[in-house]
């Protein structure tokens, strides 16, 4: 079985100086090559929008879209738009990454778990417990209620 591809996608709004410690917890801790990061930045008058396209041309896994300030939902379904039909989704906004989090690389961890279980619809790590799974709100389908969240491709092609 190949590794899945994860797109990794990012809202952001005047996110100085919290995406730059997003962005370098993103880059620096996994050792999983297969992602790419989508920002979607929406008006941002405090740099960030610069900051965005600076981080496009330094590093082949991120890419920008600059779009106008809708709100998060937009900013969400945009990025999902722009994903490929092979990709999973990891969503997320300024939060910071730590290194080999739960003791273990948590990108490979996530796309490993998902692509291993076909009744996992969302997974997403919780307190100091890791990586969990939730109650069924959707039918045949874990759902995990918290704002950063992985979501397997099979999940976004049925909702």
């Known amino acids: 079985m ?5 797109c990794i996608i990012i809202p952001v709004h005047n996110s100085m100086p919290h995406l730059q410690d997003a962005i370098a917890s993103l880059l620096t801790s996994t050792d999983y090559k297969h992602y790419r990061i989508i920002l979607v930045e929406s008006e941002s008058t405090d ?3 610069e900051y965005c396209d600076m981080l496009e041309i330094a590093h082949p896994h991120i890419s920008v879209i600059h ?3 809708e709100g998060i939902t ?4 945009t990025g999902l738009r722009n994903m490929t039909s092979d990709e999973d989704a990891y969503l997320t906004q300024d939060d910071v990454i730590h290194f080999r989090l ?4 948590w990108l490979e ?3 490993r778990t998902a692509s291993e279980d076909n009744n996992i619809g969302i997974l997403t790590t919780l307190d100091a417990g890791g990586i969990c799974e939730g109650p ?3 039918k045949d389908f874990h759902w995990v209620g918290t704002w950063s ?3 397997p491709r099979r999940t976004i092609q049925k909702l």
């Open 2 to 6: 190949s590794e899945p591809k994860v």
């Open 47 to 49: 740099g960030t929008d």
């Open 67 to 69: 779009t106008k300030k």
């Open 74 to 77: 937009k900013a969400i379904n």
């Open 102 to 105: 739960y003791n273990r690389d």
């Open 109 to 111: 961890f996530l796309a």
């Open 136 to 138: 069924e709100y959707i």
């Open 149 to 151: 969240m992985y979501i």
